[in-house]
């Protein structure tokens, strides 16, 4: 795995933004009530909040990002990098980085750019900007998110209940005498046909034939456009990766268990989260969930999740975070943080006449 | 695990009151064997024995007792 150690910089703030108001998984009438229950009483998703097809993830991280530089108080055009973390980009082409700093009036000053990955993204962002940071630049703005509910088939039961759409903004600075962020990640390229949009992008460009929906294993429905999720190989992938992961960063940052006052890991699923906080024995209070009411929000769930689990406590006191994201890719990186006191806005909630207004 | 241990496990997994289960049942047949079990049944084989079942070869498992047989002969070419 790829080790780093970050010293003087600490993260500064987390806002997270989601669209419209939250809809609930019971009320879908594609499947029968039964089958509805069923799956979310598994996943432990009742709610999900749903771009639809106007809102972008852009959309959302300009909101979660307004909101985090006012509450910060801080100018615009301190602002030396924008990393955009994400899977559902605005554009082909260009970045989106680029398309949001002009929205944003960030300075000419500030380099900007994207970055495709999901639910390892926030904390390959994290590391990424730190890494900048740590190299000369004095502060950066990460925005991660997702809108995964528009490339998901709403008649596919693998993926169509469980996912949610937001957008989150951190900033990092440097800050001398921070204590030191420890970093692992990694990659598993033989895993990345299970869990994937097959086609619509240049390998396999969008026809008449890749857009059709057609009916799959286990009776599901989708088109090669649409996301296709194999369960089994990503659980089985995350209890292969994800206790090693969070062990090893704990034994590099020096921390035991009593020491670790929350395990923030990438919001999959409920039952996923508790099996793996079995085999590594962690204890329940420490482990973060924060699905029920946003469902899997993909790139955006570990800062989602510090903005409605941990807020109150991340703005008064430090807190020792483990991070841990993983999955598409596959992909996986964690990280080890002493985080607080920090800037902790309100959850921003995007109406319709925010994204209409683009 | 023993061959009764397993059944047990596999009636509380699949809702099935005790001793339904001999290991001959076709899994496609069975009410509750869907993607969400297939999830709990590797979840639970982790749990009791440590084993990271591979869903490749779950998936030629046709009955209760071919399941059976990466349990408890904890066949390590079933292992990923």
Redesign the interface.
């Known amino acids: 795995m790829a080790s780093s150690r970050i010293e003087n910089v600490r993260l500064a703030g987390v806002a997270s933004a989601v669209p419209g108001p939250a809809l609930s998984v019971s009320e879908d009438a594609r499947f029968p009530a039964d089958e509805v229950g069923?799956?979310s009483a598994?996943t432990g998703v009742h709610r999900r909040h749903l771009a639809g097809n106007q809102c972008c993830t852009s959309t959302l991280c300009a909101a979660a990002a307004e909101s985090l530089l006012a509450g910060m108080a801080i100018p615009k055009d301190s602002i030396d990098i924008l990393i955009f973390v994400s899977q559902t980009p605005d554009y082909l082409l260009p970045a989106t980085a680029c398309a949001v700093h002009g929205r944003l009036g960030l300075s000419p000053s500030c380099a900007a750019f994207d970055v495709n990955l999901g639910c390892s993204g926030y904390v390959y962002g994290l590391w990424l900007a730190a890494s900048l940071l740590q190299a000369g630049a004095k502060r950066a703005l990460l925005l991660v998110g997702d809108t995964i509910s528009r490339v998901v088939s709403p008649s596919d039961?693998?993926t169509a209940l469980l996912f949610g759409d937001a957008g989150t903004a951190t900033v990092l600075e440097t800050s001398v005498g921070a204590p030191p962020i420890f970093f692992e990640l990694g990659t598993d390229g033989s895993g990345a046909e299970h869990l994937t949009v097959p086609a619509g992008a240049f390998r396999r460009p969008s026809t008449t034939a890749t857009g059709q929906r057609r009916e799959r294993e286990?009776g599901n429905v989708r088109s090669d456009e649409d996301l296709f999720m194999?369960?089994?190989?990503i659980?089985?992938f995350t209890?292969?990766t994800v206790p090693m992961l969070c062990k090893t960063l704990m034994q590099r940052a020096g921390w035991s268990m009593d020491d670790a006052d929350a395990f923030v890991m990438h919001q999959a699923n409920r039952?996923m989260l508790q099996?793996l906080a079995?085999?590594m024995r962690l204890p329940k209070e420490k482990v973060v969930m924060a699905l029920e009411d946003f469902g899997n929000t993909s790139s955006a769930s570990i800062p989602l999740a510090l903005s409605v689990s941990l807020a109150d406590r991340l703005r008064t006191s430090t807190t020792k975070l483990v991070m841990a994201g993983f999955g598409v890719g596959f992909s996986w990186a964690g990280a080890t943080v002493e985080a607080g006191p920090m800037t902790m806005p309100e959850l921003v909630r995007v109406g319709s006449e925010g994204w209409e207004a683009e | 695990m023993d061959r009764l241990g397993f059944l047990e496990l596999m009636e509380e997994l699949l809702e099935v009151p005790a001793g339904t289960l001999n290991g001959n049942e076709c899994l496609r047949d069975l009410d509750n064997w869907?993607?969400?079990a297939?999830?709990?049944f590797?979840?639970m084989v982790?749990?009791q024995t440590g084993i990271?079942?591979?869903?490749k070869v779950?998936a030629t498992c046709q009955t209760v007792a071919d399941l059976m047989k990466l349990v408890v002969t904890s066949d390590r070419d079933s292992v990923?």
């Open positions: 069923k799956i598994s039961r693998s286990g194999n369960g089994g190989e659980f089985a209890m292969r039952f099996h079995k085999l | 869907d993607s969400l297939l999830i709990g590797m979840a982790n749990e990271i079942l591979a869903p779950l990923v």
